[in-house]
């Protein structure tokens, strides 16, 4: 059981460059969430969907696209990266309301 | 606007003491907490929740309490061991939707 599969691990970008971030869970969860960890900010939401077919901004949506393919995937698109985005980024999902998340391993993403 | 607050970024604790983290929140809405754990280079693991109709639950060393007049939440760890020694993020619920929002996190020290 893989539970939430983030890739990739790691990866570098310039400044303008886009890339997504992919994220599947097994889990038959219905809920799925990005967020991004940066010193001394804790994990702050991106963005989430609360179930298949719906996307809703979290705390810091600028600059991020995501795209719920199905129930099982959860895709964080940066279309131009700035340096700003440089941050270790967690999908997660949970079941419902009054469950516990699930977390990735986390991708770090540097961008120059 | 930080909804949830963890106010203590480090607390370092002898090991065998009674660790105390705690957490405050702004949104009246919340109606499930929760506390992760967190090691480097990992993801976040669920480790107890509590629903607002409870103010406290227990799951063996650990055990959360909530008061929501003041709007408080509190991770006690007895006894404390070792292998403690990580990051702490509590977070928050909103009544009716699946967004989940975290605090700043507590990185916990447990002395030999």
């Known amino acids: 059981n893989a539970g939430v599969t983030q890739t990739p691990k790691f990866q570098v970008l310039k400044t303008g460059q886009s890339m997504t971030l992919q994220c599947a869970q097994d889990?038959?969860?219905?809920?799925m969430y990005w967020y991004r960890q940066d010193p001394g900010m804790g994990l702050r939401l991106i963005y989430y969907?609360?179930?298949?077919?719906?996307?809703d901004k979290g705390e810091v949506p600028n600059g991020y696209n995501v795209s719920r393919l199905n129930k099982r995937e959860f895709s964080l698109r940066l279309e131009s990266a700035a340096p700003s985005q440089t941050s270790v980024y967690f999908c997660?999902?949970?079941?419902?309301?009054?469950?516990?998340?699930?977390f990735g391993q986390g991708t770090r993403l540097t961008v120059v | 606007d930080q909804q949830v607050k963890q106010n203590s970024p480090s607390l370092s604790v002898q090991e065998g003491r009674i660790s105390i983290l705690n957490c405050d929140y702004t949104?009246?809405?919340?109606?499930?907490f929760l506390w992760y754990k967190k090691y480097p280079a990992e993801g976040p693991t669920f480790l107890i929740s509590?629903?607002?109709?409870?103010d406290k639950n227990e799951d063996g060393r650990f055990t959360v309490f909530l008061n929501k007049s003041a709007k408080h939440l509190s991770l006690h760890i007895v006894p404390s061991q070792p292998g403690d020694s990580a990051v702490y993020f509590c977070?928050?619920?909103?009544?009716?939707?699946?967004?989940?929002?975290f605090g700043q996190g507590t990185r916990l020290t447990i002395n030999p």
């Open positions: 997660a999902s949970r079941h419902t309301r009054g469950t516990e998340a699930f």
């Open positions: 889990m038959n969860h219905n809920s």
């Open positions: 969907s609360a179930s298949e077919g719906t996307t």
């Open positions: 949104n009246s809405m919340f109606d499930y």
């Open positions: 509590i629903s607002s109709i409870k």
């Open positions: 977070a928050a619920s909103f009544e009716g939707a699946q967004k989940l929002v």
